[in-house]
């Protein structure tokens, strides 16, 4: 189901699966190209922990995918500040508090929303982020010279495969972590060639780094499946 949520920057679009009651998972997406090329997968998570009765929503990100805001204009504050947004929308009470399920550099985007918990798979601190377009932009400035890093007078930008991003932006991304937000429960899912720590590791394919959007429904279901007995957990 397509609907909308409101944030002080005006209205995005979600898309809403599962039931209308119990338990609610945030589903955020990462930042920038890997939101592209982990879209369907996520849309597929979506729809396995809906046969498992957990809703779930995506909300668009400001500046991202087919949000009407402008990257240009985007901030780290404002990201967030719609992301608690989203959750805001479903006027859950403190006792009965959505639960927040983070895609890489989506774990950056979370601190602001109420929340009863984060699950994360294969969170990307802020440093990474930057280090990993750092690195595209380099290579994009060697095969085409002068087709990146493109400036604005009035607000420095830099272009990334095709991503206006405000400088401002980058640099306020690079010293934040994914990891840690206080007493609340939380998990974190990698794929088993990850070196990072993590409460579990699974095989799977590592989407955000295919040239193209792709999906593996089986990796989906395995997750779906942590998800919704991590929440049972929590809501015990």
């Known amino acids: ?119 994360m798979f294969a969170p990307q601190s802020g440093a990474n982020l930057v280090q990993v377009l750092e690195r595209i932009r380099r290579t994009s400035d060697r095969l085409a010279p002068g087709a990146s890093g493109e400036q604005d007078p009035d607000t420095p930008l830099v272009e990334i495969a095709g991503n206006r991003i405000p400088a401002s932006l980058l640099e306020s991304l690079r010293t934040e972590r994914a990891d840690g937000d206080g007493d609340l429960p939380q998990r974190i899912v990698r794929l088993s060639h990850a070196s990072q720590p993590a409460d579990r590791v699974v095989e799977g394919s590592a989407l955000w780094r295919r040239a193209e959007p792709g999906n593996d429904p089986a990796l989906a279901a395995l997750l779906a499946s942590d998800i919704v007995a991590w929440i049972a957990a929590c809501e015990r």
């Not at 087919?66 to 006792?95: H, I, K, P, Q, V």
């Open 1 to 119: 189901m397509i609907d909308q949520y409101v944030w002080r920057g005006g209205k995005e679009l979600m898309l809403r699966f599962g039931p209308a009651e119990g338990p609610l998972a945030i589903v955020t997406l990462p930042l920038f190209e890997e939101a592209n090329r982990l879209r369907a997968f996520a849309v597929t998570l979506c729809r396995a922990l809906a046969d498992s009765d957990i809703a779930s929503v995506l909300p668009d990100v400001p500046g991202q995918g087919e949000s009407l805001t402008d990257l240009r204009s985007c901030t780290l504050a404002n990201m967030r500040s719609a992301m608690a947004a989203a959750g805001a929308a479903f006027g859950r009470s403190d006792r009965n508090l959505p639960y927040s399920v983070a895609l890489r550099s989506g774990a950056l985007l979370d601190q602001d929303l109420a929340k009863a918990g984060r699950w």
